[in-house]
C-alpha cells in the first residue's frame, strides 16, 4: 500500500488515480481465466498512457525498472497467465473515441470496440468490414493479429497506427511499415501500444446486406453463448483446423473445466472454474491428438499472455 501511495504521489499531475495494485484480471477475458495484475491501469487518453510510461521512467518513480507492460483489449484472444503479471498491465478499453476525418476516413481508438465499428459502417451504409460481423474485440486487439473472416482482415484498412513505445514517445507508423497476413501483423513485434489508427474504407462501396448476413450466419455454428476465446488454432493451409480436431475425436476431450466445445472442436470453452493453464493442457492434448493422426501442427490462434515491451 505505502507503494501504491508513493505511486498515486508521483501521478498526482494525471486528472485521475490510474494505478490499482493486486487487480484481479479474469474478468477482462472472455474465457475467464488468469491471476491477478500486480500493477493495473486504464488510461483514458493516448496522453494520459504516454504521461504514465514517462513517469514510470522519471527518476523519482517508485517503480523497479526494468518494468514489463502488458496490454488487453477486450481480452477476446488472449489466455492470461494464472498467478500474478509482474509489472504492469494496460486496458486500452477507456481509449475509445472514433472521429470521421471525412466520408470514408476515421480516426479511432485503439479501445474502441470493433462490433460497434461494423455496426456503425452498415449503418452509415459503408462496406468494406462485412467479414467482421461478429468478430468481438477492440480495434487494437485486432489490428495486431489481422483479426478477419473469409480470407480478408482489418490490417487491410487501416492507412496508419499511431502508438506509445516503451520511452513514452507517440510513434506512427504509415501503411507499407507493417505487414499483415492471416491472423498475423508485424505490428505484434514492434514493441508498442496501439493507440489510434486512421482507417480508410472505400466511401463508394454500400454496405453488402447478403455478404454481412452470409458472415453473421456463420456464427450459428459457434458456442457462442459460452466463455471462450473464439478459435484455438489457426487454419493449417487448405485445411480447416475445426474439421482435422473432429476428425481426431477430439470433440469431448476435457481438462477440469476446461471442455472442447461439442459444437465446433476448434473451440476451447470454460465451463466453470477451469484455469489457464487447464486450458493450456487441453490445447497441447489436442495439438498433439491432430499431429499423431494426420502430420499436421496446428498453431495457436489464441495469443499467449506477454509484456509487449520493458521500461527501462
Ligand atoms: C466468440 C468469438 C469469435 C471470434 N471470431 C473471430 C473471427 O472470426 N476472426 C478472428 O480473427 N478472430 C475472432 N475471434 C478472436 C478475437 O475476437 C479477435 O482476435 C479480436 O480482434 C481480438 O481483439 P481483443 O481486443 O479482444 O484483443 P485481446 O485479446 O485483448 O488482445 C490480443 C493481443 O493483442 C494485444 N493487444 C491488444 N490491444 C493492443 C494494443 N492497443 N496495442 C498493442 N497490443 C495490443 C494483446 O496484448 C494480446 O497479445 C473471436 C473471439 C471470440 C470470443
Known sequence: MMLLNNIQHIYSSLPHKIIKENQPLADLSTLGTGGKAEYFAQPQSPDELQQLIRAIRSEDSPFELPL???VIGGGTNTLIDDGITHGLTVSTRKMNSLKW?????????????????????????????EFAEGIPGTLGGALTGNAGAGGKGVCEYAESVKA???????????????????????LSEEELIIVSAV????????YDERAGEYFRSKRGT????ARSAGCTFKNPEGVSAGK???????KGLS????????????????????SSADICELMRQCAERVYENTGVMLEPEIRR?????CVQ
Open 199 to 206: 482507417m480508410t474504407f472505400n466511401s463508394t462501396l454500400a
Open 164 to 186: 506509445v513505445d516503451s520511452s513514452g514517445n507517440i510513434r506512427t507508423l504509415a501503411r507499407g511499415e507493417f505487414e499483415y497476413g492471416y491472423r498475423i501483423c508485424s
Open 255 to 274: 481438462v477440469g473445466d476446461a471442455a472442447v466445445s461439442d459444437k465446433h472442436a476448434n473451440f476451447i470453452l470454460n465451463k466453470g472454474h477451469a
Open 101 to 129: 476525418l471525412n466520408d470514408s476516413t476515421a480516426e479511432i481508438q485503439s479501445g474502441f470496440s470493433l462490433p460497434v465499428l461494423v455496426r456503425t459502417l452498415r449503418e452509415r451504409n459503408i462496406g468494406g468490414l
Open 68 to 70: 514489463s507492460v502488458c
Open 305 to 309: 499472455w506477454q509484456p509487449v515491451f
Open 244 to 250: 482435422l480436431l473432429d476428425e481426431c475425436g477430439c
Open 222 to 225: 459457434q458456442p457462442l453463448n
